[in-house]
C-alpha cells in the first residue's frame, strides 16, 4: 500500500485530501497541529515551537511511523489568509502569521520530502494565484506565498537535496470551495471557486503520472462556471 503525507491534513482542503486518498486505497498521514481521525495515522505540531522544533518532532515520528518505507507523495496544504497593507495596525502581527502558515509549514514539508519521499515521487506545495503579482492590499499573504513560489523554484533545481527524479510543484488556486470560505463569504460567486476534490483529482493524476507536469512550476488553478483549468504558469 502506497503511503502519503498531507501536512494541514485537518483543514478544509485537507480533509477533503485525506478522505479522497484513502478512498483509493493510500495509506494517509496526517501532520497538522489537531488530528483528523480519519487519517490513518497523525504526526501533531505545535506552532509555538521553533522552526527546527517542530522540523525535528515532525520527523521523529515518521521515524516511527514509516520504518524503511517511503512516501508516495507529500502534500502541503496549510495555509490561511490575513488582510493588510503597511499602514494597518494588524501589519507585523498577520504578516508573523502568514509566514508561520504557509511558509514554515512548506520549508517543514521540503525538510522531509527530502529524507522520506521516494524517488520519483511527488511533492506539492500550496501557492496563490495572486502571489504571481503584487498585494498590496494584503501584504503578508502575498510574501508568504511569494516564498513558497520561490521554494519550489529552488527544490526542482540541481543540488536542493530532493530524492532522485522526484517532483516538486505549487498549485496556486484563486479561492477554494471550503466550509469556512462559504461561512466567511456567503454572497460569493462559488462557480468561480476551486472544489476541493477537483484539486484533489488533478493531484492523482500527477502522482501516477497519467497527467504530465514539469518539476518546478507553479500551476495556476482558475474556475469558471465550475469548471476547473489547471495551467503551469
Given at each position: 500500500?502506497?503511503t502519503?503525507?498531507?501536512?494541514g491534513?485537518s483543514?478544509?482542503l485537507g480533509?477533503?485530501l485525506v478522505t479522497?486518498f484513502k478512498?483509493?486505497?493510500f495509506r494517509v498521514?496526517?501532520?497538522d497541529?489537531v488530528?483528523n481521525?480519519e487519517a490513518d495515522?497523525?504526526s501533531?505540531?505545535?506552532?509555538n515551537?521553533?522552526?527546527?522544533e517542530?522540523?525535528?518532532?515532525v520527523?521523529q515520528?515518521l521515524?516511527?511511523?514509516?520504518?524503511?518505507?517511503?512516501?508516495?507523495g507529500?502534500?502541503?496544504?496549510?495555509?490561511?489568509w490575513?488582510g493588510g497593507?503597511?499602514?494597518?495596525?494588524a501589519?507585523l502581527?498577520?504578516?508573523e502569521?502568514m509566514i508561520?502558515?504557509?511558509?514554515n509549514?512548506?520549508?517543514?514539508?521540503a525538510?522531509i520530502a527530502?529524507?522520506?519521499?521516494?524517488?520519483?515521487?511527488?511533492?506539492?506545495?500550496?501557492g496563490?494565484?495572486?502571489?504571481v503579482?503584487?498585494t498590496p492590499?494584503?501584504?503578508?499573504?502575498?510574501?508568504?506565498?511569494?516564498?513558497?513560489?520561490h521554494?519550489?523554484q529552488?527544490?526542482?533545481a540541481?543540488?536542493?537535496?530532493m530524492?532522485q527524479?522526484?517532483?516538486?510543484?505549487?498549485?496556486?488556486?484563486?479561492t477554494?470551495?471550503?466550509?469556512?470560505?462559504?461561512?466567511?463569504?456567503p454572497?460569493a460567486?462559488?462557480?468561480s471557486?476551486t472544489?476541493p476534490?477537483d484539486i484533489?483529482?488533478?493531484?492523482?493524476?500527477?502522482?501516477s503520472?497519467?497527467?504530465?507536469v514539469?518539476?518546478g512550476k507553479l500551476i495556476?488553478?482558475v474556475?469558471?462556471?465550475g469548471?476547473?483549468?489547471?495551467?503551469?504558469?
Amino acid at each position: 500500500m502506497n503511503t502519503l503525507a498531507i501536512y494541514g491534513g485537518s483543514g478544509g482542503l485537507g480533509r477533503s485530501l485525506v478522505t479522497y486518498f484513502k478512498a483509493k486505497g493510500f495509506r494517509v498521514i496526517n501532520i497538522d497541529l489537531v488530528e483528523n481521525k480519519e487519517a490513518d495515522i497523525n504526526s501533531l505540531t505545535n506552532v509555538n515551537h521553533t522552526l527546527a522544533e517542530q522540523g525535528q518532532q515532525v520527523r521523529q515520528s515518521l521515524d516511527s511511523i514509516l520504518g524503511s518505507t517511503k512516501l508516495a507523495g507529500i502534500f502541503c496544504v496549510a495555509g490561511g489568509w490575513a488582510g493588510g497593507n503597511a499602514a494597518s495596525k494588524a501589519f507585523l502581527d498577520s504578516s508573523e502569521l502568514m509566514i508561520k502558515q504557509s511558509v514554515n509549514s512548506s520549508l517543514i514539508a521540503a525538510h522531509i520530502a527530502a529524507h522520506y519521499l521516494q524517488p520519483g515521487g511527488l511533492l506539492t506545495l500550496t501557492g496563490a494565484l495572486a502571489a504571481v503579482n503584487a498585494t498590496p492590499g494584503m501584504i503578508g499573504y502575498g510574501v508568504a506565498k511569494a516564498a513558497v513560489h520561490h521554494l519550489t523554484q529552488d527544490l526542482a533545481a540541481d543540488k536542493s537535496g530532493m530524492p532522485q527524479d522526484s517532483k516538486v510543484i505549487s498549485l496556486c488556486p484563486v479561492t477554494i470551495d471550503t466550509p469556512m470560505n462559504r461561512q466567511f463569504m456567503p454572497d460569493a460567486d462559488f462557480s468561480s471557486w476551486t472544489s476541493p476534490e477537483d484539486i484533489a483529482k488533478q493531484i492523482e493524476g500527477y502522482l501516477s503520472g497519467s497527467i504530465k507536469v514539469t518539476s518546478g512550476k507553479l500551476i495556476s488553478v482558475v474556475t469558471k462556471d465550475g469548471q476547473s483549468v489547471f495551467t503551469e504558469v
